[in-house]
């Protein structure tokens, strides 16, 4: 039968029509690659899932071919669910291992997992959480097969040495540590520890502090043989590869791995039903208190974890969620955060609010139940559930922007048992009803399930317990400091030569606004990030918080509309904007589908031209302000840093930055009247720069810009000022002592007087690169890997953009470890300022740069920002570009002069925030 003639059947014959459409619908789809040794599962939208036949190890393939690479992950259905009684933590622990190396490949040799993949600009990590454990690696397209040998080799190669593990083990206590340092941390962990009895979700994934130091080497042996098997594992790649080659480099290297030779453990244990509510109190020295409430939900697969996520929207995103208008709005509060996640099994959905001063726990937990009661009986709205549906839909297209998000929102969904988690979100979330969500909010949060904890501070002149709540919710544990690899992916972008950005970019005045767009391979997303100068340098000198308080109040509502009226409307887009006041700028980001671009452009230009100054929430707002200011108070890496910023420049430096007491005193005498005065002198696009990055209609942006920016005056431009010199330092490093914490902050730095844009500024950050840029650099492979003294220690280059910057070396380290931690780190330092790098170090870092050209992880929102960066600085946009060639062109004697001439011993400050006295000696605790 033709297809002309099946066509006419299914005219004349509706009814069989719809019968040849079902067997249709319920047939396999065709396999997309016919390669011998596999099975073909199946297709859903643009994923194919395949299974290795002599193993049963799954393959995930979906193509992307916006950047020339690829992202090879590998996910082990293991995670600190798995363990029992003494070895908490063993399956973090063992994820450290993983990289230390095989008979094949390992340090010894030279040829270890991270100088292979680093060594081609390739972008290494790997994270343990509750039910999985996962290792990718981001690389040019052409070393995939390179990749997929060394990942495969550990699968049952790995060496686990006593002396490694030794090393490690502190290495993941000195983690334990920097954690323990959060209130909401330790809160979060007690309140998990409380709501579970039976089940494993009793213990956080980094485990505890004895487990962590006492777990044998035959344990951790015993652990990889039980889990690391290819039918246990999961292997994902995502981007510019060729499906049918990829699947043989699989079957090549993992293919002769057997099976494992006995069943893996499956979890049996069942959490018993809670009978009532549970509760329980953290003291720690400290100045805000924090409350805790969490309820039993469902396993990540259930139907109901849909509503959850809906649900969370409604209570906490945005200034209209119904707890962030009761908590927030009234001043009871100066953060609500929420971090519900589905889980294998039944997890928590908890809420944390940080207390305003002067209010009280009894206070916002009364005020929190309040607002659980009135949706019990009232129920959750139509007008909400929509404005949630489109936050979270809109939230998870955002999160899917380049191939590194896509896997990690994969690897979840693979933990959670199905993949398909992810293809199919959207349309699962679109399917949610109002009586669905209303039923599992009454289902579910009643007080019988729920587990409720307060953080309270024991006052202390000296100091308190550090951190803040803000963005602080519970993630997995990584073998290195994601926060690094960020700033990796940031200087990897700036030196995408593959891709030629520059000559992409469309730059142009409008409305003498700088605009820059890029359009790239992403569909319907834009991000865009911009910025005016006023930021903190501006303030008055009379007052230093002037600046922050009236970036603060622009989202506060405007002459037009209440605040409530313009978060409405970005939630029913689907819509953020967010302001940020640095030391130079005032920032903000915007993330929106391509289709509602002009509607939001409208609310940023409202909401930067017309801000309302309301008195109430001026006192509200300051309210927030005096509470993150308390916390920074508390805070040892903050405290350390500060103190570098305060004292390295004078006032009139555009770096300075006034000491955080004064911060505090000067919001009291802000007002409204100086926040109008600041804003007509500072606010204007005489100083404004817009980026915009994604699916860009450059027609409909300008049109935009000049229909809702035109006529705006004012701004001002970056003033002349005198470069810093770098002033003799101390003899004994400065100490800010501060009791209860687990670990101390150590900072190093001089003033450079050097800005980006200066001859000698590539040479310098190329050297410090080769001293701590990275994992494999000086500072990690020896002071961390080798030498286990710390979970970090890097040096980098900041505060150059729009002004002459510092060095900076940072670390960590456990009090007791402290004297060993900071010979360590001065003997590779000095080596580094006294010898400088060696010929093969430069020509590595070469190869390294011009392999991590390639990398690019097509992210709109590191890409907006390296793009306005290069704007910011007034360097050519050619030079994201050149960045591989300029650092190829570098001579050893560049490089080492660069650091002969601003690195000098006598003038390097070092600062140290902790718990020690001015001897460098542990506090004792009270």
């Known amino acids: 039968m033709n297809n002309n003639s099946l066509s006419n059947m299914k005219k004349k014959n509706p009814i069989l029509a719809m019968v040849l459409l079902l067997i249709t619908a319920f047939l396999p789809a065709k396999a997309q690659q016919n390669v011998q040794g596999f099975d073909f599962v199946k297709k859903v939208q643009t994923y194919e899932e395949y299974k290795l036949q002599s193993n049963d190890l799954k393959v995930i393939l979906k193509q992307d071919k916006s950047a020339p690479v690829v992202m090879f992950m590998v996910t082990y259905m293991v995670g600190s669910r798995n363990e029992i009684t003494g070895n908490t933590g063993s399956t973090h622990l063992l994820e450290h291992l993983m990289f230390k190396g095989t008979p094949n ?61 030794e090393s490690e083990m502190t290495v993941v206590r000195n983690e334990f540590e920097i954690g323990e340092n959060n209130p909401q941390e330790a809160l979060d962990k007690m309140i998990w520890a409380n709501a579970y009895v039976a089940f494993p979700y009793h213990h956080s994934t980094i485990g505890w502090r004895s487990d962590i130091e006492n777990v044998s080497v035959e344990a951790l042996k015993a652990f990889y043989d039980t889990y690391y098997w290819p039918d246990n594992a999961t292997v994902t790649v ?96 100066s953060t609500v955060n ?159 030569q593959t891709q030629g950005i520059a000559d992409k970019i469309k730059d142009r005045k409008v409305e003498n606004i700088r605009v820059l767009s890029l359009k790239t391979e992403v569909n319907d997303i834009v991000t865009i990030r911009g910025s005016l100068l006023a930021g903190d340098f501006f303030s008055p000198q009379e007052n230093s918080m002037v ?74 707002v300051k309210k927030k302000i005096l509470t993150q200011l308390r916390q920074q108070m508390e805070n040892t890496d903050i405290r350390a840093s500060r103190w570098l910023t305060t004292n390295l420049f004078n006032r009139a430096h555009p770096n300075y930055t006034a000491p955080l007491e004064q911060l505090m005193q000067d919001l009291e005498k802000v007002t409204i009247a100086d926040l109008k005065a600041f804003h007509a002198k ?12 994604g699916d860009i209609d450059d027609a409909i942006l300008e049109k935009s810009l000049k229909t809702h920016f035109a006529g705006w005056g004012a701004g001002t431009t970056f003033p002349k000022y005198t470069k810093t010199e770098a002033a003799t330092s101390n003899e004994k490093p400065i100490v800010i002592s501060m009791p209860d914490k687990t670990n101390v902050s150590v900072r190093m730095a001089i003033a450079t007087g050097l800005q980006m844009n200066d001859p000698d500024y590539l040479a310098l950050e190329t050297a410090t690169s080769i001293l701590g840029g990275k994992f494999t650099a000086r500072l990690m492979s020896i002071v961390r890997d080798q030498e286990g003294l710390t979970y970090g220690i890097y040096s980098s280059l900041a505060g150059s953009i729009l002004a002459d910057g510092w060095w900076v070396l940072n670390a960590n380290f456990s009090p007791s470890l402290l004297d060993k931690g900071l010979t360590s780190t001065r003997r590779e330092l000095n080596r580094w300022i006294n010898e400088g790098i060696t010929q093969a170090e430069l020509d590595a870092e070469k190869i390294y740069a011009a392999g991590s050209a390639k990398v690019d992880l097509a992210n709109t929102n590191s890409l907006a920002n390296v793009i306005l960066m290069t704007a910011q600085r007034n360097a050519p946009l050619k030079s994201i570009d050149d960045s591989p060639q300029q650092i190829n062109a570098l001579t050893l004697e560049q490089v080492n002069n660069a650091i002969k001439k601003y690195i000098q011993p006598k003038k390097i400050w070092t600062v140290l925030a902790g718990s020690i006295d001015e001897n460098l000696a542990p506090l004792q605790k009270k």
């Open 105 to 165: 490949f390992n340090k010894e040799s030279k040829n270890s997992y991270d100088n292979l993949i680093e060594g081609i600009g390739g972008i290494v990590n790997a994270t343990t959480w509750f039910d999985r454990t996962n290792y990718y690696a981001l690389v040019p397209s052409e070393y995939l097969e390179r990749l997929v040998q060394v990942e495969a080799d550990r699968m049952r190669n790995l060496l686990i040495k006593k002396e490694d593990k």
């Open 238 to 333: 995502i981007g510019d590869f060729d499906p049918a080659k990829t699947l043989e480099f699989i079957k090549k290297y993992y293919g002769s791995i057997p099976k494992s030779p006995k069943m893996i453990p499956q979890i049996y244990t069942e959490e018993p039903i809670q009978e009532g509510a549970r509760r329980l109190i953290v003291k720690r020295t400290g100045t805000t208190g924090i409350v805790g409430v969490a309820h039993k939900t469902v396993s990540g697969t259930h139907k109901d974890t849909y509503s959850f996520i809906l649900i969370e929207n409604i209570l906490t995103n945005g200034k209209s969620a119904r707890l962030n208008k009761t908590l927030i709005e009234q001043g009871l509060a």
């Open 338 to 496: 929420s971090w519900y996640f589905p889980f294998r099994d039944a997890g928590l959905f908890p809420i944390y609010a940080t207390l305003t001063p002067n209010t009280t726990h009894e206070k916002v937990e009364k005020t929190i139940l309040e607002v659980y009661e009135e949706i019990k009986k009232n129920g959750f709205t139509e007008e909400e559930l929509k404005r949630a549906k489109a936050q979270a839909k809109a939230d998870f297209a955002y999160s899917m922007d380049g191939a590194f998000n896509i896997a990690s929102n994969l690897n979840e969904s693979i933990a959670r048992g199905d993949w398909t988690f992810t293809p199919t979100y959207a349309e699962k979330i679109g399917q949610v009803t109002l009586q669905e969500i209303n039923e599992v909010f009454k289902k579910y949060f009643v007080e019988d399930q729920s587990t409720t904890g307060w953080f309270i501070p024991l006052e202390s002149k000296e100091g308190g317990v550090t951190g803040s709540i803000d963005d602080q919710e519970p993630k997995p544990h990584y073998y290195k400091d994601p926060k690094t690899q960020e700033a990796q992916i940031q200087l990897l972008l700036n030196g995408n």
């Open 547 to 620: 600046a922050r308080l009236t970036g603060a109040m622009l989202d506060q509502g405007t002459t037009a509309r209440d605040k409530f009226a313009i978060a409405d409307q970005l939630a029913n887009l689907g819509a953020s904007i967010t302001f940020t006041t640095g030391n130079n700028t005032l920032t903000y980001t915007i993330k929106c589908l391509k289709e509602n671009l002009d509607a939001v452009l409208q609310v940023l230009a409202e909401e930067l031209r017309k801000p309302a100054f309301k008195e109430d929430d001026f006192v509200v």
């Open 682 to 693: 500072y606010y204007g696009n005489n100083s404004m720069y817009l980026v915009a990055v």
